[in-house]
């Protein structure tokens, strides 16, 4: 059992080590900036959404309450 875990292993790590194409640091700012960007859009989009929402059931609130 010992022999097929230590064959896996060298395999994870060949293939990790040789099969692998791993993103440079410039392609990983890039794309860590893209979701960054589309982070904080999709974050106020919801900020806006909830902020609408809560006016128009105060209003609506209001209107019943009177």
């Known amino acids: 059992m010992s022999n097929k875990v230590r064959a896996y292993l060298d ?3 060949d293939e990790l080590n040789h099969k692998v194409s791993w993103p440079t640091r410039s392609e990983l700012q890039s794309s860590a900036i893209v979701v960054l960007i589309a982070t904080l859009i999709i974050s106020f989009m919801i900020f806006a959404m909830d902020f609408s929402f ?11 309450n009177q």
């Open 11 to 13: 395999e994870i790590s």
């Open 54 to 64: 809560s006016k128009i059931m105060g209003v609506f609130y209001n209107f019943f």
